[in-house]
């Protein structure tokens, strides 16, 4: 037989199927819901450019910060590039960086695929942000409020935006600054709160009217992202009295019982009482952890120390005021400052969550 009988016989079947196949994918495409854009709260971790625009000295919109930036230049993250959350709204089809939301350059049709309220040194806890006076979480949620009705008014209308707020993805990344610039570091709290339990109570107390108020707002898809192994931070091992150098181990016991408690009660019980609410617990402290203990498992060189300055306690303006001692590539280090993650690091971190967590949303 001639192929090209064969192909009249068999092409019947062939559109058939190609048919189903592309019904089937519909079928589920709708069903799962695609993500109309990611929305962040939280800290220094996810924070785009915001403190960029309030009066405050957590910064980072200076050299060497962004040094491998798409341009090169500082943006007001805490990295040498990327974010986390960049690389899952790239993941999600989504621009490949998320705007800050005070950046006066963009107008509301810039965000509505995606918007960053976070501020770099905030908590949970009211009282963390006044450190260094930065953007509260409900400070952040006022904001998201504004956000929804520029929205409306946009071109997008009362119906757009909704849409948009439903199907979005809500990430939070917040927490560590609660400890270590605030509970561990200031009388105030360890006064009222005579454990780290106590303390992480109160936190998880905050975080679950914060996750309620987004729900009420007409969120649905959430992602509370867990606690890093925080005593691990260069920082926190330089200011490591009972063992210099060596990770924090309580601060890092801490961290496991935050997210045991948020991944164990405070997630499932959300997803009880909310109606259509669909919060994920993503973990990074596994991730993290497993690239410190072996860097050169991942192709890292160093854990231990970040690449700017000494990379012992440098971080925002001290950063810049060593620039001799930059690492030349940053690819090779964990941390970019004494606090925070490079792009490298961010990038195997999203990639973790998304393939253990937030794939139930693509
Ligand atoms: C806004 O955009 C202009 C022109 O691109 C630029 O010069 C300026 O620095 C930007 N301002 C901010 C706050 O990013
Ligand atoms: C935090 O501050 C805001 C005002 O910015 C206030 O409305 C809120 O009640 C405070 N939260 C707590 C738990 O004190």
Redesign the pocket.
């Known amino acids: 037989m001639s192929s090209p009988s064969l192909l009249r016989r068999y092409l019947p079947w062939l559109v058939l199927l190609l048919l189903l196949r592309d019904g089937v994918a519909a079928a589920a495409g709708k069903g799962s819901g695609k993500v109309s854009a990611i929305i962040v709260f939280g800290d220094s971790s996810v924070d785009t450019g915001n403190n960029n625009f309030i009066p405050t000295i957590a910064r980072s919109n200076f050299w060497p910060y962004g040094r491998d930036f798409a341009d090169g230049l500082p943006t007001g993250r805490f990295s040498n590039g990327r974010l986390a959350t960049d690389f899952i709204s790239e993941a999600f089809g989504l621009p490949p960086s998320i705007p800050a939301y005070l950046d006066t350059n963009l107008t509301i049709d810039d965000l509505a695929t995606g918007v960053s309220f976070a501020s770099a040194s905030t908590g949970l806890?009211?009282a963390t942000a006044g450190i260094m006076s930065v953007i509260?979480i409900?400070?952040q949620l006022e904001y998201f409020k504004e956000y929804r009705e520029r929205l409306a008014l946009s071109k997008l209308g009362e119906a757009g935006a909704e849409e948009v707020v439903r199907e979005a993805l809500y990430i939070w990344s917040v927490g560590t600054n609660d400890f270590i610039e605030n509970y561990y570091n200031l009388p105030q709290r360890r006064a009222q709160y005579a454990t780290a339990a106590e303390y992480a109570a109160y936190l998880l107390g905050?975080a679950e009217a914060a996750i309620r108020e987004v729900h009420a707002l007409g969120g649905r898809k959430m992602d509370f992202t867990g606690l890093t192994p925080m005593g691990c931070l260069p920082a926190e091992r330089m200011g490591n009295r009972a063992a210099p150098g060596e990770c924090n181990e309580e601060y890092n016991a801490v961290a496991r019982s935050f997210n045991a408690k948020l991944q164990g009660e405070l997630v499932p019980k959300l997803n009880r009482e909310l109606p259509g609410l669909r919060l994920v617990y993503a973990e990074t402290y596994g991730v993290l952890d497993a690239v410190v203990r072996k860097p050169q498992d991942y192709g890292f060189e160093n854990a231990e120390r970040g690449c700017c300055g000494t990379g012992l306690f440098e971080a925002g303006y001290f950063c810049s005021f060593s620039t001799s001692m930059l690492c030349r590539n940053a690819n090779k280090y964990v941390f970019f400052d004494a606090i925070h993650p490079t792009e490298r690091m961010y990038s195997i971190l999203a990639q973790s969550v998304i393939d253990t967590t937030l794939h139930v949303f693509l």
């Open positions: 806890d009211n509260t409900s400070e905050l």
